[in-house]
């Protein structure tokens, strides 16, 4: 058989494959025997024929196939049940001469060309890369740029970080704009001086006061309040709006209250600021809580404006940075409370950004079927939030000019601009200026000590620019938007073999922080602490405790777990008005996850709570959500589990459920794909060709069960619907936000549930067939439901643990994890077991490990 003698006899040039006596011919009987009766050029069972398949270790996806070929072999899963099993001894020898070529012919390969290919930064490094050298954290460039390319599930792979023509053109643009933004337009600072904007002076909190044709309605209006009652004869114009200065002590009690949550047509923000520019601001909001009174006997729901008295309770209260027109950016939130408070958070605003401020709790009126009705309404009346004052200070400069501007410019001085207005930086000595500068400028920005070569190349650039009659400030930022599109920027230098110190540095750098190197990093691998296992494990821990991680947990978690696409779908407006337009619930569940995976970092958690916790990571509204004991407040806290909630771990978090559904149904594969693939490590068979997806019915006739039924009679189907549908059926009873559920929804045909949407409209769905969340796994073990499905997940923990080291390892060295690096990860799962596998522990095991520490 020819393709043997090309599986163990190799190339010219190429590692010998196996050196063990009598092999061809061993390999040669067993797959004649065993595989050849399906796997031969006329059957081609799977897409697979050995008898052709040539053992070339050059190709990733010709040694891929046939470590695929020894997984099955050796996990017992080829050949398959229905057939004669092999004798052991016969099976063991096939295994160990399969398994010895491969791994000499990756040892082979890595020794020439490292375990990573070369790749640029991807947006998230190039846009943290950017801000860290500029000091100017506030920059948004990530979404200007092209999406990334994915493999291995991140985006981190040379592979698919492809470079076209285009990529390049955003970079530059985005280096230009970015580099254009820290530049200092003034000489002296503007003035942090606070200012304080009134609500009863915004335009948009008092002009919804007054009815109009988009606003008839008492629930989409504001009223004016004073300390906590409400103002008739202002509401009426009888009174001013304001009473100004001359009364500070009756002014400083005045507020503009609203009974619904910020939502198109009701959307009051303070408008009369604007940021003067970029940077950091220390915002501060005055106001409490009000219990609006009811309407008529009849029509309590409908708000009494005019009647209003201290709140019942708190209100959450989300904070938005707003640039026309309605581009939102979440700045932080905070509880307003029945007592008048001022409430206090720094945030980093773009220039032209104004402020909006949502009590989350509240409402939003949407037109439909019949008029709106506030859920939260009572036959005594409703809640309601007042805000009195914005007060701002900044942009806050702890120097002038600033950093960005000084790395750039040094201290040149500040001329009239040759555009005819403003001011912008001169230079009398261009040609000893612009190299001095540029040196500087490339010291900071490569991550190697020497740049003299790089001098003559960028140089030219801004020399160019000059002779053309730009001006200098406009030369020079030219030539360092070229440097910053240039490879020594934007590409990863390594060499095959050890990595350099520097290149270490700058891998660890990537890895914790998504960015590169500080400059304690720098000097670290500059004095050779790099190289100790000591010194690196003292970085990477001073890393992981730098608020910086925030980046590695956020971008991490974004493609490991999808939680970047959770705004992909909403919920639907029909079947589950009581999520739709809820964005509390959603950014409170993204929350809840990476608050929840980095208390899993911080205290060395063990692995298995990736599966179940006796915590879990919630607000009032998560808990709500979650049927745990009710608090109030909007901070995330940790939370211990009553002993029968089913939550706990990853699987039953609201943001995991949010993405594996699509916001009408659930799809037990889906789910249970994502069980397999993301929790377990198990691969999971692409869909089939040609066979449409089964779409559950919202009619309620049928379950998802029952439908997927003739998949799991079909023989063609079976395999793979005994792996995926269980764990999937486990998670049905969790419907598309991640709330319990005992019984489908349905619409249609039955009698609306009772109930109110956030929408203000009543619910038109109705519960349909009941949730069945049983099911057997593969190896024939049974489970009620996901607790039971948790319990036996956990009977071997090492597979969870082994599955999150390798997501990683892709992620931290830019390479999946390949079939020679198997025994290091056995060596690091080994050496964690003491601390049940902590997710700390392993993280810190990797940066030691071979597989960090080389290309």
């Not at 020439?112 to 890369?129: H, K, M, P």
């Not at 219990?291 to 708000?303: K, L, M, S």
């Not at 910053?484 to 540095?505: H, K, N, R, W, Y």
């Not at 969790?734 to 549930?753: I, K, L």
Request: one cysteine or more; glycine letters at 8%.
């Amino acid at each position: 058989m020819p393709w043997v003698l090309a599986l163990l006899v190799p190339a010219p040039g190429n590692a010998s494959a196996d050196s063990t006596p009598g092999a061809p011919s061993l390999i040669a009987s067993f797959v004649s025997a065993h595989c050849a009766e399906c796997h031969d050029a006329d059957i081609r069972k799977g897409g697979l024929d050995l008898t052709s398949l040539t053992f070339n270790p050059q190709s990733p996806t010709n040694v891929a196939r046939w470590v695929t070929v020894l997984d099955r072999v050796s996990a017992g899963e080829m050949p398959p049940a229905k057939k004669e099993r092999p004798p052991s001894a016969d099976l063991d020898a096939f295994n160990r001469t399969l398994a010895s070529a491969l791994h000499e012919a990756d040892l082979a390969l890595i020794a020439r060309e490292g375990r990573s290919t070369r790749r640029r930064l991807n947006r998230y490094e190039y846009e943290n890369a950017v801000r860290d050298l500029l000091q100017a954290p506030w920059l948004q460039i990530r979404d200007s740029l092209p999406e990334d390319g994915v493999a291995h599930r991140f985006n981190k792979v040379g592979t698919a970080l492809d470079v076209s023509h285009v990529q390049v053109a955003r970079y530059l643009a985005a280096a230009e704009s970015a580099l254009r933004q820290v530049v200092a337009g003034q000489t002296n600072p503007p003035s942090p001086a606070p200012r304080r904007f009134h609500a009863r002076e915004q335009e948009s909190y008092t002009g919804p006061m007054k009815f109009s044709v988009f606003n008839m309605a008492p629930e989409r209006a504001t009223f004016p309040v004073l300390g906590s009652e409400g103002q008739p004869g202002v509401r009426s114009g009888e009174l001013p709006i304001t009473v100004g200065s001359t009364h500070p002590a009756v002014r400083e009690l005045e507020g503009m209250g609203v009974a619904a949550g910020s939502y198109e047509p009701l959307e009051p923000k303070f408008n009369r600021f604007r940021a003067p520019a970029s940077g950091r601001y220390r915002l501060r909001f005055a106001g409490n809580t009000v219990w609006v009174g009811p309407g008529p006997t009849n029509r309590w729901y409908i708000p009494d404006l005019d009647h209003v008295e201290r709140g019942h309770r708190s209100e959450p209260v989300t904070v938005y940075s707003e640039m026309p027109p309605h581009q939102l950016r979440r700045l932080g939130a905070f509880d307003l409370t029945p007592d008048f408070e001022v409430h206090e958070l720094e945030a980093w605003l773009l220039a032209g950004e104004t402020v909006r401020v949502d009590p989350a709790r509240l409402f939003r009126s949407r037109p439909g079927a019949g008029r709106f009705h506030n859920p939260l309404a009572e036959t005594n009346g409703q809640p309601g939030a007042v805000f009195r004052w914005l007060e701002v200070s900044g942009p806050l400069h702890e120097s002038w000019p600033p950093p960005g501007h000084r790395l750039l410019f040094g201290d040149l001085p500040l001329g009239p601009s040759a555009r005819g207005s403003g001011l912008e930086v001169v230079s009398s000595q261009p040609g000893v200026d612009a190299p001095r500068l540029l040196k500087n400028f490339l010291a900071a920005a490569y991550r190697r000590p020497d740049i003299s070569d790089e001098v003559p190349r960028f140089l030219p650039v801004i020399e160019r620019a000059l002779a053309s009659g730009s001006s200098f400030q406009d030369a020079m930022i030219a030539g360092y938007t070229a440097v910053l599109c240039s490879p020594g920027f934007v590409s990863i230098e390594e060499t095959p073999g050890t990595l350099s110190d520097l290149a270490l540095a700058t891998r660890l750098s990537l890895f914790l922080w998504n960015s590169t190197p500080d400059a304690a990093l720098r000097e670290a691998a500059a004095s050779g602490r790099l190289r100790t296992d000591a010194g690196l494990r003292e970085e990477a821990e001073r890393l992981l405790r730098d608020p910086r991680s925030r980046r590695f947990v956020e971008a991490f978690l974004d493609y490991w777990l999808d939680l970047r696409r959770i705004d992909g779908t909403a919920p639907d407006a029909t079947l589950y008005s009581d999520y739709y337009l809820d964005d509390l619930l959603t950014e409170s569940a993204l929350e809840e996850t990476r608050s929840f995976f980095s208390e899993l970092i911080h205290d060395n958690l063990p692995s298995r709570c990736l599966v179940a916790s006796d915590f879990v990571m919630v607000n009032e509204r998560l808990a709500q959500h979650y049927n745990l004991p009710p608090f109030e407040g909007v901070g995330i806290r940790r939370v211990s589990l009553p002993p029968a909630s089913p939550r706990g771990g990853l699987m039953t978090q609201a943001s995991v459920l949010k993405v594996t559904a699509n916001g009408t149904t659930t799809s037990p594969v889906l789910r249970g794909a994502w069980i397999l693939d993301r929790i377990l490590g198990q691969p999971v068979p692409p869909p089939p060709p040609n066979v449409p997806a089964v779409d559950p019915d919202i009619r309620g006739a049928v379950t998802i069960r029952q439908q997927l039924e003739k998949h799991r009679n079909q023989a063609s189907c079976a395999a793979c619907h005994a792996r995926l549908d269980p764990p999937g059926f486990a998670l049905e009873s969790f419907d598309v936000m991640g709330g319990w559920r005992d019984r489908y929804r349905a619409q249609g045909g039955g009698t609306p549930e009772p109930g109110i949407g956030k929408g203000g409209q009543k619910f038109e769905f109705h519960y349909g067939l009941p949730v069945d969340c049983a099911g057997e796994l593969p190896d024939g073990r049974g489970f009620r439901d996901i607790a039971e499905l948790k319990t036996l997940l956990l009977a071997d923990q090492r597979p969870i643990a082994r599955n999150l080291l390798r997501q990683f390892t892709v992620y931290a060295t830019g390479a999946p994890v390949r079939f020679s690096d198997r025994a290091e990860i056995e060596a690091i799962l080994d050496r964690t077991r003491p601390t049940d596998y902590g997710v700390r522990s392993l993280i810190l095991e990797l940066v030691q490990s071979r597989l960090f520490r080389q290309k």
